[in-house]
């Protein structure tokens, strides 16, 4: 608990997390990127599993969208990360804002081990006559920990 | 019976139900909201250039519809279980006002200019802007009548 007090108190955020305006102006930008850059990272998946987009290659979408999935990624984890530590107290007992970081951590496994055989590769992917398996088993592990880390950071709300 | 009905009590009785609602609601905003963003980035020129953006919103244009349908249901079920919180509340009707011009410019302008098979690039850009900024509008008036009452 010392740790999270100490990080709680740290002048700017606490004046954060007291003023009536910038935290639910924060909280709104972390909220309106899941919309804007969710939906790119949706859009990737689903083009990963041929499901749409298909007049597009895959290196088209994969890379057209990366530098904007990049930001979006930025300010949601900085807008995260003011948030969680301006409550640090709050939330370091909390199991869901734990098992959000647990997602988060995963997620970059899955960037770690998929990025050098699928995003990296999407040239190989566009020539070969089916969509590989790899391809598939990224995009759904990709639905599946996002969709998870939104529910989380939802639940994180209902834990008392 | 705005303030007793039926989903009031289920939601109110059962914690988990709201929260479902919620996740329903925020997911289903994420999707119709990021759908419209590809399309409204394509007519920015920031990514997939190598399709139309009329194309883009063929694609698009399903997904989108059916998670609006999710967010209206799943909204409409968050406010009777609250309804007279949110009757009196100032940011709300905002709201309200915010996404009917949101739903009612991206079935007209938005859509007829992404169509349009050489729309003017300042108009195009134009009516992407407006598009952006009155859906992450919508996001903040949802989150400011939870904060503003």
């Known amino acids: 608990m010392g740790i999270a007090h100490s990080i709680q108190s740290i002048g700017f955020l606490t004046d954060f997390s007291e003023s009536v305006l910038a935290y639910p102006i924060v909280l709104s930008t972390h909220l309106a990127c899941i919309g804007l850059f ?5 859009a990737t998946d689903l083009r990963l599993l041929g499901l749409t987009f298909n007049s597009l290659t895959i290196t088209e ?6 530098p904007w999935k990049r930001v979006g990624g930025t300010i949601m984890i900085a807008m995260g990360l003011l948030l969680a530590t301006s409550e640090a107290e709050k939330y370091a007992p909390n199991p869901f804002f734990w098992t959000k970081m647990v997602i988060l951590g995963l997620i970059g496994v899955h960037a770690l081990v998929f990025r050098p055989i699928v995003y990296n590769k999407t040239e190989e992917l566009d020539r070969s006559p089916a969509i590989p398996t790899r391809a598939k088993v990224a995009a759904i592990l990709s639905l599946v920990l ?15 | 019976m705005l303030v007793q009905n039926a989903i009031a009590d289920t939601l109110n009785n059962a914690e988990w139900t709201f929260a479902l609602a919620e996740c329903v609601h925020i997911g289903g905003f994420a999707v119709s909201i990021g759908s419209i963003a590809l399309v409204d980035f394509r007519m920015l020129n920031l990514g997939l250039r190598k399709e139309t953006a009329a194309r883009i919103l063929r694609y698009t244009e399903p997904w989108t519809l059916i998670a609006l349908v999710f967010v209206v249901f799943s909204g409409l079920m968050l406010f009777l279980s609250q309804a007279d919180i949110y009757l009196v509340n100032q940011i709300f009707p905002l709201k309200m006002y915010i996404l009917i011009a949101a739903l ?14 050489n729309p003017p690039p300042v108009l195009n850009k134009l009516v992407a802007v407006i598009s952006l900024l009155l859906w992450v509008s919508v996001v903040f008036g949802g989150i400011f009548t939870g904060f503003l009452v």
């Open chain 1, 38 to 42: 969710g939906g790119m990272i949706l």
């Open chain 1, 61 to 66: 979408v994969v890379t057209s969208l990366r």
């Open chain 1, 146 to 160: 996002w969709t998870s880390m939104f529910v989380m950071g939802r639940l994180i709300a209902y834990w008392d």
């Open chain 2, 104 to 117: 009612i410019y991206n079935f007209t302008v938005h859509r007829k200019v992404a169509k349009m098979e």
